[in-house]
């Protein structure tokens, strides 16, 4: 009964120990990883808080990038319609190379959406809201940790797009932003749209 007794309490203070540190997920890893990236100097993070707020299924993206393009597209012509009207024959051209750019990236959408069958209802990615640590200066150590435990800021509702698999698509500040980037989950979509950054780029030329 005695030997039974030391193993309760030995586990016990097992138990305690193990209690008492941080245990970091490989959800909670990736978004310290991708807070680092956005913080400038060396900064260590540590998460304190995730809340999950929403998920999102490939077939919903889908619909919110069609949306995304098919406005700009609305967009884009009525500017063209304008220049074309006042006799801006170059800037025109332009706005109707950008509507014609955006069509074939709605096509290249289509396909891929196609070709992805019942994939589509699968969860793309997951919203979450975070609260961070940011630990400033010096990698803490035993004599210093005080000193630096006071220069500790956090972050609050910072809103991040994670895969199942963990991988960060996008944070923001501003929960209605998140999505702005989350395209970058479907298949190739970095590849469909590598060129349309140059149209974005273009400068407007007032004709003579």
């Known amino acids: 009964m005695k030997r039974i007794g030391i193993i309760i309490l030995a586990t016990a203070a097992i138990v305690c120990s193990c209690t008492g540190q941080k245990s970091t997920s490989k959800l909670e890893r990736a978004i310290e990883h991708a807070l680092t990236e956005n913080l400038e100097g060396s900064q260590k993070v540590s998460v304190l808080e995730v809340v999950k707020l929403d998920s999102t299924i490939f077939l919903t993206e889908f619909d919110r990038r069609k949306d995304v393009f098919e406005k700009r597209i609305e967009q884009n012509k009525k500017f063209h319609d304008d220049y074309y009207r006042r006799g801006l024959k170059k800037n025109a051209a332009i706005k109707y190379d950008e509507i014609h750019r955006d069509y074939e990236i709605l096509e290249a959408l289509q396909a891929v959406k196609e070709k992805m069958g019942n994939s589509l209802h699968k969860v793309a990615y997951y919203d979450y809201r975070v609260k961070a640590e940011v630990m400033t200066g010096i990698a803490p150590k035993r004599i210093i940790k005080r000193i630096i435990r006071r220069k500790a800021q956090i972050l609050e509702d910072i809103y991040v797009a994670v ?5 960060v698509l996008s ?6 932003k998140l999505h702005q980037a989350t395209g970058l989950v479907i298949p190739g979509y970095k590849e469909i749209i590598k060129s349309d950054s140059d149209s974005d780029a273009t400068e407007l030329l007032e004709d003579e």
């Open 163 to 167: 895969t199942p698999d963990n991988e």
């Open 171 to 176: 944070l923001s500040t501003d929960y209605s």
